[in-house]
């Protein structure tokens, strides 16, 4: 099963709600949350209460939380609490890394993994067993809208030689071709932003990258 979730990063912030909407009625799976802190990345997107505004909108709707920023432990209690189902940080950050996996873990929703392009996957090898999903960037992270870079590819065959059971997500230039190279690597969660939200027919983009798990 390919889970597809849309990035709101890409949607028009004053009718986020509105696109939210024409994404699950496109059959969308997931909401993927972009949070960039100015610092970790150089860009500045959403803060938790953007969390908070979705789940009240959508309280069924699984939230993926992206967190690109430095020191991810001092906000990830607010953005559980105010609904994502699943908590991503960067594996180059200050900080314990395991320890902080540990306790999304704890609080009991999916812990993932994020790795730029210039992390390879020896790098997070011991921390694969704390993760039920790894996050491989396929663009640096910070902007929509960028182009896929096919030689990640690599990196997610070597995630899954390791071993790796977990899902292994896609994040930047994900459209219905790159999906294909992705899949065939052993991804199983495409993150798409403009691929998804500038789409004329977006139910046609799900429908063409869920058949890629077929
Ligand atoms: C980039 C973000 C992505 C971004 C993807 O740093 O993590 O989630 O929204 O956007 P597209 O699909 O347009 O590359
Ligand atoms: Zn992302």
Redesign the pocket.
């Known amino acids: 099963m390919i889970e597809i979730l849309s ?1 709101i ?2 949607s028009d912030v004053l009718n986020m709600g509105a696109d939210v909407r024409r994404m699950q009625e496109a059959g969308v799976d997931s909401l ?1 949350v ?1 949070i ?1 802190d100015a610092h970790f ?1 150089p860009n500045l997107s959403f803060g938790p209460a953007v969390s908070a505004a979705l789940k009240k909108e959508f309280p069924c709707y699984h939230q993926d939380v ?1 967190l ?1 920023m430095d020191h991810p432990e001092n906000y990830i209690d607010t953005f559980i609490a105010n609904g994502a189902g699943a908590v991503t940080i960067h594996a180059e950050i200050p900080g314990n890394v395991q320890e902080i996996l540990g306790h999304i873990r704890e609080k009991g929703i999916k812990a993932g993994v994020s790795v730029k392009p210039g992390t390879d996957a020896e790098a997070i090898r011991d921390l694969l067993p704390l993760c039920d999903l790894v996050l491989v ?1 396929t ?1 640096e ?6 182009k896929f870079m096919p030689d990640m590819m690599p990196k997610i065959r070597a995630l899954r030689e390791m071993g790796y059971q977990g899902q292994i997500m896609v ?4 459209n219905a071709e790159t999906a294909k190279e992705a899949v065939a690597a052993g991804a199983d969660a495409l ?5 998804l939200l500038k789409a004329e027919d977006p139910a046609a983009v799900v429908k063409a990258c869920k058949a890629l798990g077929d």
Do not use: C
């Open positions: 990035s990063l890409a993927h972009d960039m990345v992206h690109m960037m663009v992270p910070g902007f929509g809208g960028q994040d930047g230039g994900i993150v798409m932003g403009t691929a």
